[in-house]
Structures are given as C-alpha cells and as structure tokens.
C-alpha cells in the first residue's frame, strides 16, 4: 500500500513557478515508478511526467518540456514537479500517481491505467 500526498499547489501569474510536493507513505515507495498527472475542468486526465525509481529515467508530455521538472527524493519518500514558465493551459488539479509494476520500475510508463495508488490532487491556477 502506498498513500500519497500533494501539496503546493495555488494561484500564480502566467510565466511564473510553482512545486509541487507528493508525500509518500508505506515501505514500497523506493521500488515505484512515479507519475504526474493532470485534469482540467471539462477535459479527461492527461500525462504530465514521470520519474523511475532511482530518479534517473524521466518521461514528459511534449506541451511541459523545458518547463517542468520531475525529481525524486527516496529518503524523504517525496516526489517534485517543479513547474516554470507556467501558462494559463496548466490550469487544472495535479495528481500524484505510483505504480508498483516491476517491469515499469526503471523506465516509467505515461498510462493511467498502469498506476495503483493515487493522491487527492492539488489546484493549479494560471491567470493570464
């Protein structure tokens, strides 16, 4: 079992920066590959990142590359997204997601489907 987290989340002007934290608790958090993904309102849930989990592999959807950043920190089981440059179409709540796969553990997959546990989600907020 792992339970998750996230923080950070808030209103901020296009062009500006936010972190998002994901506080991860139970004993398997080392071993998973960890994602992040949003949904804005009136759209479907969509890839955002991901991290493998020793923090070396990281996959991104095309529209945050260059702007966000995916990292890990297995002794304080917490994952980051370090979100800059941000555009009024990063509006949306931001959830955290593990995926206990042993086969994605090292090499990450953007599917929401293949992830196990996930967080209650955080606002993001872009005004343009």
């Known amino acids: 079992q792992v339970q998750l987290v996230e923080s950070g989340g808030g209103l901020v002007q296009a062009g500006g920066s936010l972190r998002l934290s994901c506080a991860a608790s139970?004993?398997?958090?080392?071993?998973?590959?960890m994602g992040w993904f949003r949904q804005a309102p009136g759209k479907e849930r969509e890839f955002v990142a991901a991290?493998?989990?020793?923090?070396?592999?990281?996959y991104y959807t095309d529209s945050v590359k260059g702007r966000f950043t995916i990292s890990r920190d297995n002794a304080k089981n917490t994952v980051y997204l370090q979100m800059n440059s941000l555009k009024p179409e990063d509006t949306a709540v931001y959830y955290c997601?593990?995926?206990?796969?042993?086969?994605?553990?090292?090499?990450?997959?953007?599917?929401?489907?293949?992830?196990?546990?996930w967080g209650q989600g955080t606002q993001v907020t872009v005004s343009s």
């Open positions: 997601a593990a995926d206990l796969g042993v086969r994605r553990a090292v090499v990450p997959s953007p599917n929401s489907y293949e992830y196990d546990f």
């Open positions: 991290v493998g989990w020793s923090g070396g592999n990281t």
């Open positions: 139970g004993r398997s958090f080392s071993r998973c590959a």
